[in-house]
């Protein structure tokens, strides 16, 4: 049954009741009515009307499909490699595959029978129409090494992860720029203040978007999902021959989270080579699972960190393998101030993967420990971040942005994203940026 609007449904409310007619229709048309809007939708159909072949990568459950089949409001095909039939048809007879499947199409899960882009490509050099095919990946590269050797020039690339909080909050989203302040003023009508356990809520909680459809045990699910992930995108697709190592490997590099890669004894930690460290680190980075912020480079600077800092990119995943439980014992612990930080970070990544954009991060540290925690490189202008879970950093929480005039390019408008309560300049150059305007 599908139910087109709650107009439907009105005459119904009077007698039976609005609360048990309001659950049936939540119940009968769940895919629609728990959905959350997601701010790449708009990113989905400008690619459809420009590349026959538009590829959406991220992390298994972010909601790929989910936005996938709502856009195409039933007006696609729609098939998933996970099922093990399709998948052998795909694999075994690609060109029957497409005749069953016909475009326009929703292919998921398409690194599980990468021998069919071969056959994309041909269908979409002959017909030429686009859009056809919208296909989704876990698995970023497996994915995006077979797509770039078969369908280059033909399709549009998407990265799209959890859940950020201006998509929970159905509020505006837009990719974060320090460039002009006005685009955090326009904010501050369309959103509510948070507390700092509201903000802690939410990063025990992450961005998994079915974890905001149903009332469910975090543990029970991130349980489930790190089981999902080693059977399927690690076992099936990778060389992780032990996975109880490769387990200890991702709760080391959890353990980490907001703090400088270190490869050694995170290989310590699982029992296993650097070399062989090195290869899982680059499946997690692949899988969407961790984010690697690279270090800020210039010439003119001399005595630069060059190892990149480890983030997790969900940070309810990273709160279960770590332990944190709670968001009172996450936030009075050793690792409250990490995790706010990787917070920070996930949301600003978002916000320029679901605008299309690659996200031009960077952070800032010397060998005499003068660090910045974020470095936004736009049109050649600089713009440093640094991150505090205080109420009331203070104005030396800006004192190492001066460091940057030194690289010979403009330095833009800084920011501390904190927890004061309101956006506010505390020099002619900074500003205080609540943690909820970001």
């Known amino acids: ?59 298994r459950q972010v909601g790929k499909t989910t936005m996938l089949k709502t856009l195409a409001e039933g007006k696609r095909n729609y098939i998933t490699l996970d099922d093990p039939i399709a998948r052998n048809i795909a694999i075994s007879d690609p060109s029957l595959f497409l005749q069953r499947y016909n475009p326009p199409v929703i292919i998921d899960e398409i690194q599980y029978a990468p021998q069919i882009l071969p056959y994309i490509k041909m269908y979409v050099d002959e017909h030429k129409t686009n859009g056809d095919f919208w296909l989704t990946g876990s698995q970023m590269f497996h994915t995006m090494k077979d797509v770039s050797e078969s369908l280059a020039g033909r399709v549009g690339i998407l990265y799209i992860l959890g859940l950020s909080y201006s998509e929970i909050t159905n509020c505006k989203s837009t990719h974060f720029s320090l460039s002009s302040i006005n685009n955090f003023m326009e904010k501050i009508t369309d959103r509510k203040k948070l507390t700092l356990k509201e903000i802690y809520n939410l990063i025990l909680k992450g961005g998994m978007p079915v974890l905001y459809k149903d009332e469910q045990s975090l543990e029970d699910f991130f349980a489930s999902y790190m089981n999902t992930y080693l059977q399927r995108d690690i076992k099936d697709l990778t060389q992780v021959g032990n996975e109880m190592s490769f387990l200890k490997f991702v709760t080391s590099a959890a353990a980490r989270t907001g703090h400088l890669l270190n490869l050694s004894d995170m290989a310590r930690d699982a029992e296993i080579t650097v070399t062989t460290a090195k290869n899982w680190l680059s499946i997690l980075v692949s899988s969407g699972i961790v984010y690697l912020l690279e270090p ?17 990119l969900d940070t309810g995943l990273c709160a279960y393998l770590t332990r944190w439980l709670t968001p009172e014992a996450l936030e009075a612990g050793a690792m409250a101030g990490e995790f706010f930080e990787t917070w920070v970070v996930s949301e600003i990544v978002k916000s320029y993967y679901n605008a299309g954009k690659r996200p031009p991060l960077y952070f800032y540290r010397d060998k005499d420990q003068v660090e910045i925690d974020l470095i936004i490189e736009e049109n050649g202008t600089l713009y440093p971040i640094e991150i505090k879970k205080s109420a009331n950093p203070g104005t030396q929480a800006a004192k190492n942005f001066k460091v940057l005039e030194k690289t010979g390019k403009l330095v833009g408008t800084g ?12 020099d002619k150059n900074n500003w205080y940026i609540p943690a909820w305007l970001i």
């Open 1 to 59: 049954m599908y139910i087109n609007s709650i107009e439907t449904i009105k005459p119904s409310l009077t007698k039976h009741g609005k609360s048990s007619i309001l659950k049936l229709y939540l119940k009968l048309d769940g895919d629609i009515m728990d959905y959350i809007k997601r701010a790449a939708e708009r990113k989905v159909i400008e690619l459809s009307k420009h590349f026959p072949v538009v590829l959406i990568i991220g992390p």
């Open 296 to 312: 800020y480079y210039n010439n003119t600077l001399k005595r630069l960190v060059k190892t990149p800092k480890l983030y997790f």
């Open 415 to 426: 920011g501390v994203i904190c927890m004061y309560p309101d956006l506010l300049p505390f």
